[in-house]
């Protein structure tokens, strides 16, 4: 945490030197002041923090790719006459166990089109998913514990 | 020019993702299935057209007010469907008769609201009302 502060002050810092807040002037004082810790803090730091934050991006990439595959597919069946729907409610095993990591599955979950997490049991072992189409719940369960599941754990508990 | 086309095409797929959630709360056939259409096509909508009008003013104070209020749809909309969902599940609202599967049957505990890993006695689930309750039958 200190280190994505640091990271972001240095960014600033950037920002001011060459008189110029604009978006992608950040950016490019985010990455540089990344490269320079990196060059510093590698292997010295306990925190993970360089491995962490290719792992946010891939993270965010892969939840914009299927944010936009799950619309088209939503879309297709509010708009076809007869919708083709097979609901159900999916109890999905859970490996993750802090709180933080917790709320961003779900959140996750939520935000994907066509799936809804309604629940948590009360001793964090089960999620229960509400999704719109369900073809074979084993193939469900894979696909949110590969998909998001795994991508959480390996930023919020490494 | 270019600015023009992003603008509107921005906007358009907003505004075309939040009439998708209109006409899905319309057609879905349960609580349930109408949430997944609104809940998130319209936060995918809204931040669209957030986006739209911040490329329109290019100014970074607009970019960051845009970014601030997407990032606050992104954290509260989920939180609202879930508490939505849970209530209206222990409350017994029905699931489409069409539902293939319901792994959530049986979990909850009446008597401490708490939801279970395990099966919960008969006697202290919660039960899920019948179809007909408010609405008239459909054709």
Do not use: C
């Amino acid at each position: 945490m200190s280190l994505f502060l640091l990271n972001l002050l240095l960014a600033i810092a950037w920002g001011a030197l060459t008189g110029k807040f604009e978006p992608l002037n950040l950016l490019f004082g985010f990455l540089l002041a990344f490269a320079i810790l990196w060059v510093g803090f590698r292997g010295r730091s306990q925190e993970n923090y360089f491995t962490r934050v290719p792992r946010v991006v891939e993270l965010a990439l892969y939840f914009a790719v299927d944010i936009f595959k799950a619309n088209l597919r939503l879309a297709g069946i509010i708009l076809s006459p007869r919708m083709n729907l097979r609901p159900a409610v999916v109890a999905v095993p859970l490996e993750v166990r802090t709180e933080a990591g917790l709320i961003l599955l779900m959140n996750l979950i939520t935000l994907t089109p066509g799936t809804l997490s309604l629940d948590v049991s009360s001793d964090r072992r089960v999620l229960f998913v509400h999704t719109v189409y369900l073809e074979d719940p084993q193939q469900f369960i894979s696909s949110v514990k590969e998909g998001y599941e795994r991508r959480v754990m390996r930023i919020v508990e490494p | 020019m270019a600015q023009t086309i992003l603008v509107l095409t921005l906007m358009l797929i907003g505004a075309f993702l939040m009439a998708l959630a209109g006409l899905g709360i319309l057609r879905m056939p349960d609580t349930f299935l109408r949430m997944s259409a609104t809940a998130k096509a319209g936060t995918l909508g809204a931040g669209l057209i957030l986006l739209g009008a911040a490329v329109y003013f290019n100014e970074f104070a607009i970019y960051t007010r845009a970014a601030a209020i997407i990032v606050f749809l992104l954290i509260t909309a989920p939180v609202a469907a879930h508490m939505i969902g849970r209530a209206a599940y222990f409350d017994g609202v029905p699931l489409w008769k069409g539902t293939i599967q319901d792994d959530l049957h049986g979990h909850y505990r009446r008597s401490t609201h708490t939801l279970e890993s395990g099966e919960v006695p008969a006697q202290d689930q919660v039960e899920a009302l019948s179809e007909s309750d408010d609405f008239p039958e459909e054709e």
